[in-house]
């Protein structure tokens, strides 16, 4: 069993016993909604899929600590790849500069 699907109004929940779903209006769908406004084959559901977060012992993927740390790295990588080359370019002299374009 791949999970649950629990109907926010109250109801029986659903067992997903397959890893790809399909949602629509036609009785061949996995999960059929009787209502005029969803399409034929409305959405389709793959379950299972793999994420980063199943890597990582103890990290949900709404961690806010580790969002905060991803965030900080990828903001100190891109502050350090901006700044070594600006810090290169001021050490140069504006005369040398020109003459050699």
Same mark, same amino acid.
């Given at each position: 069993?791949?999970? &649950?699907?629990?109907? =926010?109004?109250?109801?029986? #929940?659903?067992?997903?016993?397959?890893?790809? *779903? !399909?949602?629509?209006? $036609? &009785?061949?769908?996995? =999960?059929?909604?009787?209502? #005029?406004?969803?399409?034929?084959?409305?959405? *389709? !559901?793959?379950?299972? $899929?793999?994420?980063?977060?199943?890597?990582?012992?103890?990290?949900?993927?709404?961690?806010?600590?580790?969002?905060?740390?991803?965030?900080?790295?990828?903001?100190?990588?891109?502050?350090?790849?901006?700044?070594?080359?600006?810090?290169?370019?001021?050490?140069?002299?504006?005369?040398?500069?020109?003459?050699?374009?």
């Amino acid at each position: 069993m791949y999970g &649950e699907l629990v109907p =926010v109004g109250g109801g029986d #929940t659903i067992p997903l016993m397959k890893p790809v *779903l !399909v949602v629509g209006r $036609r &009785e061949s769908c996995d =999960v059929v909604l009787r209502f #005029t406004n969803v399409s034929g084959q409305h959405r *389709l !559901v793959i379950l299972g $899929r793999p994420t980063i977060a199943g890597a990582l012992y103890g990290v949900s993927s709404g961690d806010p600590v580790a969002w905060l740390a991803a965030a900080a790295v990828l903001l100190f990588a891109s502050a350090l790849a901006n700044l070594v080359p600006a810090w290169r370019a001021v050490r140069v002299d504006p005369c040398v500069a020109l003459r050699t374009e």
